[in-house]
């Protein structure tokens, strides 16, 4: 079983729609959660970082951790043809620990 | 957050040669990694570029393949030797940073290698 686990798509929704992107891990001693934006032949950029359960939101991006369940999600609000893009999940347990990454979900949005 | 900085960005190289790739971030940082992006594939961690000292490779990686130099706490070099098609991916730097709920890690443009 892999430590992290991310649906790899690809996702196609309309412009304007409320976009889901989720990952399950394996791992109760990760602590810190990563959401990367990477467009094709680009490197990841973070979009949103996390610690530990609870939500955290940034204009229209919301990230949400849940601990209980093992369970990380990013919604996309009013989702832009500008969002078609690969979103890497990512977690470590702090410190100097290796980050583990998932395989990322590929997203497009239809004009 | 971190800044960083790689060259080249893209290249085309023969079968059997090796490239030096740079990275710079843009403040002293402890923690720099490279990582290893093949087509369709999520990142894999090549090795821990540690100052001053030897890096620190994954299982899969060597030294002899990809040497790893890292003289300072801003600069970190990987070379790609002897390359194979095989070795076609992207090469990504990258770097701890702070966010505002901790430390996390940053990434570079990355540089597009094929291998003819």
């Known amino acids: 079983q892999k430590e992290v686990e991310q649906d790899p798509g690809p996702l196609s929704v309309p412009e304007g729609a409320i976009v889901s992107l989720n990952c399950t891990y394996s791992?109760?001693?990760?602590?810190?959660f990563m959401w990367y934006r990477q467009y094709s032949r680009k490197g990841p950029e973070l979009l949103m970082y996390?610690?530990?359960?609870g939500n955290k939101e940034d204009g229209r991006f919301t990230a949400q951790v849940d601990k209980s369940s093992k369970y990380i999600s990013l919604f996309i609000r009013d989702s832009q043809p500008s969002d078609s893009a690969t979103y890497l999940c990512?977690?470590?347990?702090?410190?100097?620990?290796?980050?583990?990454f998932g395989t990322g979900t590929k997203l497009q949005v239809i004009p | 957050s971190a800044v960083i900085s790689q060259k080249p960005s893209r290249d085309i190289c023969q079968r059997g040669t090796s490239l030096t790739i740079q990275c710079q971030v843009d403040?002293?940082?402890?923690?720099m990694f490279w990582y290893r992006q093949q087509p369709g594939q999520s990142l894999t961690l090549i090795a821990t570029?540690?100052?001053?000292?030897?890096?620190?490779?994954e299982s899969g990686f060597v030294i002899d393949k990809f040497p790893i130099s890292r003289p300072n706490l801003t600069f970190s070099t990987l070379t790609v030797s002897n390359m194979s098609p095989e070795d076609s991916s992207i090469y990504l730097c990258?770097?701890?940073?702070?966010?505002?709920?901790?430390?996390?890690?940053?990434f570079g443009e990355g540089s597009w290698l094929t291998v003819v």
């Open positions: 990258s770097a701890e940073g702070w966010d505002s709920s901790g430390n996390t890690i940053y």
């Open positions: 990512a977690t470590f347990s702090g410190g100097y620990q290796k980050v583990t």
């Open positions: 570029a540690n100052q001053g000292s030897e890096a620190t490779y």
């Open positions: 791992n109760s001693a990760f602590q810190y």
């Open positions: 403040s002293q940082v402890t923690m």
């Open positions: 996390t610690y530990s359960s």
